[in-house]
């Protein structure tokens, strides 16, 4: 009978067996069960094989190494009983489509099946002989991206309140500066956006969806990779143009900041129906206003609490988005900044990209895949 394990982590080239099970006071989204990555995966996965297949003999050799994890096989059977027959679909992806669950033990869980392949004509499909899937917590509130750019919403709706959007942005810093500093291997995201930060309950905020993920270790300051990776909008200058400096940690600290200026925004960085320069790039219009020290214009502020949380926001994100990746603060940086003083926190020199040329918005959700050497 062939199995299925859940896998945990992704888009790791050159791993046999790695693994991740975070805590969620940090930010991250913690699979349910653990398994093996196949060299060059392009995603965490469970994975249904025969015991001949090799990868059969090194999952078996670290479920005896990780037995107090209790990690736990599930057959397809089992996937689709907890799903009710895939009954209630929560979403869809780039890599598959998400639907709702129950464990056995009443908990709510979110079951991504991934795509096997994609087809000459673009459509997805899975192959019967060999379904993948991921078992996550489920996350009640979804996506950070529907509480930002909600256009249908009233001001008195919309949004969330100033502490909670700070909360999140910090929660967030927290998550990624595990990746970066606080694993025993580095581990580079290169895909931060609304998208992939879920919200549990209570809006603690959870770092999801590692798919374009690299693992490097500690000593390597700089990664080689062929081509961009990332989302439009969000990648850092640095990985489309070498001439901006190396891709590193400091790639992901370049999309956390574009993320938390459409936070503080409440909109898409690149406003295509702006009439102006600094109505079409929020950056620029946000720096121009903290520059003369003007009012900051923005929803929902109505005590000096929430002023100096956004402000810190700002300043924080505006030192994220340098353009010289060396310029930029790491992720404990910004969470020690973001927890500091607002009269701590200076300005940072106008070094970022402004002014980008009009796109369409459907254009600044494509996501690039690239190899990484």
């Known amino acids: 009978m062939k199995r299925l394990l859940l896998g945990t982590l992704a888009g790791i080239s050159g791993i046999t067996i790695a693994t991740i099970t975070i805590a969620a006071r940090i930010g991250i989204l913690t699979a349910v ?6 060299k060059r995966s392009s995603i965490a996965f469970i994975f249904f094989w025969k015991k001949q297949n090799q990868n059969y ?3 078996e050799a670290f479920l005896r190494n990780y037995r107090p994890l209790q990690v736990k096989r599930y ?7 907890m799903t009710n027959s895939f009954i209630e679909k929560l979403g869809k992806g780039g890599f598959g489509d998400v639907y709702k669950g129950n464990l056995d033990d009443g908990r709510l869980v979110a079951v991504k099946v991934l795509n096997q392949s994609k087809g000459d004509d673009g459509k997805d499909f899975i192959n019967e002989g060999a379904k993948k899937a991921l078992i996550y917590e489920f996350m009640p509130n979804g996506s950070l991206e529907k509480f930002i750019f909600n256009d249908n919403a009233t001001e008195e709706s919309c949004g969330l309140d100033w502490e909670t959007n700070y909360q999140i942005s910090l929660g967030i810093a927290r998550g990624l500066e595990y990746l970066h500093r606080d694993c025993n291997t580095r581990i580079l995201h290169f895909d931060i956006k609304p998208h992939n930060i879920l919200l549990d309950a209570d809006f603690v905020p959870k770092i999801s969806d590692f798919g374009l993920a690299k693992i490097c270790t500690r000593k390597e300051s700089l990664i080689s990779m062929l081509g961009p990776r990332g989302t439009i909008g969000y990648i850092a200058p640095e990985v489309f143009n070498r001439n901006f400096g190396g ?3 400091k790639s992901d600290v370049y999309s956390y900041g574009m993320m938390i200026l459409e936070m503080v925004g409440g909109r898409k960085n690149v406003n295509v129906r702006g009439d102006n320069t600094s109505e079409i790039y929020f950056p620029h ?10 009012e900051l214009g923005l929803k929902r502020i ?3 609490e929430d002023r100096m949380r956004v402000k810190k926001m700002i300043i924080v994100s505006l030192w994220c988005i340098q353009t010289d990746p060396s310029h930029r603060p790491t992720m404990s940086r910004v969470k020690e900044m973001l927890e500091g003083s607002l009269n701590s926190l200076e300005v940072p020199p106008k070094r970022f990209l402004s002014s980008p040329s009009r796109s369409p918005p459907a254009e600044s959700s494509k996501t690039f ?4 050497s």
Not at 33 to 38: A, D, T
Not at 75 to 81: E, N
């Open 33 to 38: 069960i653990l398994c093996g990555l196949r």
């Open 302 to 304: 109505t005590n000096e």
């Open 369 to 372: 895949v690239s190899s990484l």
């Open 57 to 59: 003999e090194n999952v």
């Open 247 to 249: 891709v590193s940690h």
């Open 285 to 294: 219009w946000i720096y121009k206003r903290l520059e003369l020290d003007e």
């Open 75 to 81: 057959s397809y059977s089992d996937i689709k009983k």
